[in-house]
C-alpha cells in the first residue's frame, strides 16, 4: 500500500515547524541569560511577552502525533523560566500558568506537572482560579486508576479551593473524591491519602471554617518537597492557625493540632 505524498510531508512539515518554534528561541535565550542582569524591567516584560506569543501557538497548532514530545519541551522549558530566581523576583510567575496550558493540554495525565502547576501558579503566582481550571480540564481525561495515583490532583484542587479560594464546601467535594479515588489503591500511601482526605472533609462539614481543615491542607503543602520559601510560609501558616510544627532528626516535618478547632 503506497501512502499520498502528502500524507507523507504534512506531519513532516508540522513537526519541524514545532521544531523551529522551540529551537528558534534558544538564541535569544543565550543572549538573555548573558545579559539579564543588565536588562531593564520593561525589557524582560517585552521578552515575557514574546514567551507568552510562543506559547499560544505551540497551544494552537496541529501536533499529528505528538502531544508528549510537545508537552516534555514545554515542561522542561518552564523548569528553566521558574528556577530563573533573578527575573522572577523582576517580574513574577504570570506566565505560569501560560507553560501549563500548552503541557495538560497535550497531555492530561502527566500527573508530575499537576504539583509544578500548584506551586508556580498558586502558591507564586497568586492565580487559584487558573489552577482549578486546568487541574478541571484535566480531570476530565482521567479516571482513578489512569494515571495511577491521580488521586493527588483532587488534593490539590481542594487545597487550592479551601486556603485560596476560600470555597470551604468545593473543598469538602475535592477531598472526598480524593479519598474515594485513593480507595482503589492497597499500598499505605494511598490508604494515608484516604484517611487524611477524608478527615479534612469530616472537619469541613462540622465547621466550614475548621482550623483543622486548614491545618491539615497547609501540612499537605509542607510535605510535598516544596522549595524553602513555601516550606517557610506552611509553617507559618499552620502556626498561625495554632498548630505546631516538628522537625525529626531525618527532616521529617510533624504537626501537632491545637486543642481546639
Not at 474515594?180 to 477524608?198: C, G, P
Not at 499537605?220 to 516550606?231: A, F, G, K, T
Amino acid at each position: 500500500m503506497f501512502l499520498s505524498r502528502e500524507f507523507i510531508i504534512t506531519p513532516l512539515v508540522a513537526c519541524f515547524c514545532i521544531v523551529g518554534i522551540s529551537f528558534s528561541q534558544l538564541p535569544r535565550l543565550h543572549k538573555l541569560l548573558n545579559s539579564k542582569e543588565s536588562m531593564s524591567v520593561e525589557a524582560l516584560e517585552r521578552e515575557q511577552e514574546k514567551e507568552r506569543f510562543r506559547l499560544g501557538l505551540l497551544q494552537e497548532i496541529p501536533t499529528f502525533g505528538y502531544d508528549n514530545i510537545i508537552a516534555n519541551w514545554v515542561y522542561v522549558d518552564f523548569l528553566q523560566y521558574f528556577g530563573d530566581n533573578e527575573v522572577r523576583d523582576k517580574i513574577g510567575y504570570t506566565l505560569s500558568p501560560e507553560f501549563f496550558e500548552v503541557v495538560l493540554k497535550r497531555d492530561p495525565k502527566f500527573l508530575e506537572a499537576y504539583l509544578g502547576l500548584f506551586v508556580s501558579t498558586s502558591l507564586y503566582a497568586g492565580m487559584p482560579e487558573r489552577t482549578i481550571a486546568i487541574m478541571d480540564n484535566g480531570l476530565k481525561s482521567m479516571s482513578p486508576n489512569l494515571p495511577a495515583k491521580s488521586y493527588y490532583i483532587w488534593r490539590y484542587k481542594g487545597t487550592d479551593e479551601l486556603l485560596f479560594l476560600g470555597d470551604s464546601q468545593a473543598a469538602r467535594k475535592s477531598f472526598l473524591q480524593a479519598a474515594e479515588w485513593a480507595s482503589k489503591y492497597d499500598d499505605q500511601e494511598s490508604k494515608n491519602v484516604v484517611f487524611i482526605s477524608q478527615k479534612t472533609a469530616e472537619f469541613l462539614r462540622n465547621n466550614p471554617d475548621s482550623k483543622f481543615a486548614r491545618i491539615a491542607t497547609w501540612t499537605m503543602v509542607l510535605q510535598n518537597n516544596v522549595d524553602e520559601r513555601n516550606r517557610k510560609r506552611a509553617i507559618k501558616e499552620i502556626e498561625n492557625l495554632r498548630g505546631k510544627v516538628v522537625i525529626n532528626s531525618n527532616g521529617v516535618p510533624a504537626v501537632i493540632l491545637p486543642e481546639k478547632d
